[in-house]
């Protein structure tokens, strides 16, 4: 167990539907990152968020946004889903925003995305 | 903007063969930090090592060892004696330390199949 916890493991749904992917940080982190992995891209950043608020955005759709709340669990949500969509998505924890200090970044199992 | 290269997109060997994976970087900070992940079948990121931009030296774990050369910005990762168990998707990833915001940024991965 990483540390950082995922929910749901998989999802499938179909085109047009909108879904909510969820991540608890690491204990003490306060910096979340989202990635989507597709199937012949690698790990493409979507967005950084540091204690609530917003740091970095990275190739996120429109149809995509997220936010990280009080207790600094994050929410990526996708809408209008396309076939495109599916991927494989994980969130990321680090206690600073992005200098690599500590442990540097620890990442959660993932959310495998399918639609349909 | 940083970017990391890794040339090589499937690499295959025979077990016990040493392997060499190449991981190429572009950055302009000063300050920067090094990462290598592997992704078992199983799809989970593996934090293997993290390397700062003032230490040169050669790291070695157990039948790991890193090549940090920052004449010509590369950071290889080296598998001695391969085993089947190797057999994944390996990332190198680099994070800009200077501006502080920058979130990692992943190489598109070599996948290494270790043949018994």
């Known amino acids: 167990d990483s540390g950082v916890t995922q929910t749901p493991k998989h999802l499938i749904t179909a085109t047009g539907q909108r879904v909510t992917l969820r991540c608890s940080p690491r204990?003490?982190?306060?910096?979340v990152y989202w990635y989507q992995q597709s199937l012949d891209q690698g790990l493409q950043f979507l967005i950084q968020y540091y204690n609530g608020e917003e740091r970095a955005k990275g190739n996120i759709l429109e149809r995509f946004s997220a936010q990280q709340f009080p207790d600094l669990h994050s929410e990526l949500n996708l809408s209008s889903l396309e076939l495109g969509d599916s991927a494989l998505y994980f969130c990321?924890?680090?206690?600073?925003?992005?200098?690599?200090?500590?442990?540097?970044?620890?990442f959660g199992s993932g959310t495998r995305l399918t639609v349909v | 903007a940083q970017k990391v290269t890794q040339a090589q997109t499937e690499i295959s060997v025979v077990e016990k063969e040493d392997v060499t994976l190449d991981c190429v970087y572009e950055t302009r900070d000063t300050t920067y930090y090094l990462f290598w992940y592997k992704q078992p079948p199983s799809g989970e990121l593996v934090f293997l090592i993290r390397r700062n931009s003032f230490d040169e030296q050669n790291e070695i774990s157990g039948r790991y060892s890193w090549n940090f050369q920052k004449s010509t910005s590369s950071f290889n990762f080296t598998i001695t004696a391969s085993q089947v168990v190797d057999s994944a998707v390996y990332f190198c990833a680099l994070s800009e330390a200077n501006s502080g915001n920058t979130p990692l940024v992943f190489g598109k991965g070599t996948r290494l199949s270790v043949i018994a």
């Open positions: 204990s003490g982190d306060l910096s």
């Open positions: 990321a924890s680090s206690v600073v925003p992005a200098t690599g200090q500590g442990d540097g970044y620890t």
